[in-house]
């Protein structure tokens, strides 16, 4: 059976820089795939050839062994949803509104939501728990509820696989921690798959520690140079190559008697040293 998704061979670059070199590997169902690197190093990019934004100049991307370069924008959307790390609250649509956005590609462009998609929209609201929201307009949330009728609005495309590019930037520890607990509690349900970019490496391990198959790949020098489960890659010797500082793993108990690893910043690495 062929991956959900697969990353074959992709390289991609401007006409002024290659931005990523022969990035390979693939996604199955109720995985979630961590993509880490330090800021630049391609991932926005990497994910916007995913999602058939940029077209690599070599490689492929392959959705349930289909080459996305075959199917339309309208294919896609029922395969992959997305989730961006801000999004500009430029008109006032009310929450529910958002969210039925999600079903455009199963409307036709003069047709109007039918009574299924309103329900899907409904049920998407209440899996991410902001029902209580929808009749609020988008422009008076805050951030983490935002990112949260984000989470929804992808939900409701019904895609098998979720798209995030850095969903907990700028949340404060509360809606940061909501978002990842409906993160696995989706994975868990739906067993969707989902692929994040984020810059904590504890998501990770986070992610890992409630039971969810998880692994990470490390991006550098347009480059994988580590992809496995984050108890494996994310040790302190490849978070100093990656970002160039100093860490220490750690193991935090927990209540119920587990442990959860967490890593703790030191200090920068002199590059000159």
Same mark, same amino acid.
């Given at each position: 059976?062929?991956?959900?998704?697969?990353?074959?061979?992709?390289?991609f670059?401007?006409?002024?820089?290659?931005?990523?070199?022969?990035?390979?590997?693939?996604?199955?169902?109720?995985?979630?795939?961590?993509?880490?690197?330090?800021?630049?190093?391609?991932?926005?990019?990497?994910?916007?050839?995913?999602l058939?934004?940029?077209?690599?100049?070599?490689?492929?991307?392959?959705?349930?062994?289909?080459?996305?370069?075959?199917?339309?924008?309208?294919?896609?959307?029922?395969?992959?949803?997305?989730?961006?790390?801000?999004?500009?609250?430029?008109?006032?649509?009310?929450?529910?509104?958002?969210? /039925?956005?999600?079903?455009?590609?199963?409307?036709?462009?003069?047709?109007?939501?039918?009574?299924?998609?309103?329900?899907?929209?409904?049920?998407?609201?209440?899996?991410?728990?902001?029902?209580?929201?929808?009749?609020?307009?988008?422009t008076?949330?805050?951030?983490?509820?935002?990112?949260?009728?984000?989470?929804?609005?992808?939900?409701?495309?019904?895609?098998?696989?979720?798209?995030?590019?850095?969903?907990?930037?700028?949340?404060?520890?509360?809606?940061?921690l909501?978002?990842?607990?409906?993160?696995?509690?989706?994975?868990?349900?739906?067993?969707l798959?989902?692929?994040?970019?984020?810059?904590?490496?504890?998501?990770?391990?986070?992610?890992?520690?409630?039971?969810?198959?998880t692994?990470?790949?490390?991006?550098?020098?347009?480059?994988?140079?580590?992809?496995?489960k984050?108890?494996?890659?994310?040790?302190?010797?490849?978070?100093?190559? /990656?970002?160039?500082i100093?860490?220490?793993?750690?193991?935090?108990?927990?209540?119920?008697?587990?442990?959860?690893?967490?890593?703790v910043?030191?200090?920068?690495?002199?590059?000159?040293?």
């Amino acid at each position: 059976m062929a991956p959900l998704l697969e990353v074959r061979d992709v390289s991609f670059r401007y006409p002024q820089a290659l931005i990523l070199d022969k990035i390979s590997f693939n996604i199955n169902p109720g995985e979630i795939f961590c993509l880490l690197g330090p800021n630049g190093c391609g991932k926005t990019t990497l994910l916007d050839c995913i999602l058939g934004w940029l077209k690599p100049y070599a490689g492929q991307v392959l959705i349930n062994g289909s080459p996305i370069d075959n199917m339309a924008a309208p294919q896609i959307a029922r395969q992959v949803a997305y989730v961006p790390q801000m999004h500009q609250k430029t008109f006032p649509y009310l929450v529910r509104d958002i969210v /039925l956005m999600g079903r455009a590609s199963f409307i036709g462009p003069f047709d109007v939501p039918s009574e299924e998609d309103v329900a899907i929209a409904e049920k998407a609201l209440d899996m991410v728990g902001v029902s209580r929201l929808k009749d609020r307009p988008y422009t008076q949330l805050s951030g983490g509820e935002g990112q949260l009728v984000m989470v929804a609005r992808a939900l409701a495309q019904n895609s098998p696989l979720i798209i995030m590019d850095e969903p907990t930037a700028h949340l404060d520890y509360r809606h940061e921690l909501i978002i990842l607990e409906t993160v696995v509690e989706l994975v868990k349900q739906t067993g969707l798959a989902v692929l994040m970019a984020t810059h904590v490496p504890n998501h990770g391990y986070y992610f890992e520690n409630q039971g969810i198959k998880t692994r990470a790949a490390l991006v550098k020098d347009k480059q994988i140079m580590a992809l496995g489960k984050p108890s494996e890659v994310l040790s302190e010797q490849n978070l100093g190559e /990656l970002y160039s500082i100093r860490t220490r793993i750690i193991n935090c108990g927990l209540d119920d008697g587990g442990h959860l690893k967490q890593v703790v910043p030191i200090c920068t690495i002199n590059s000159e040293s």
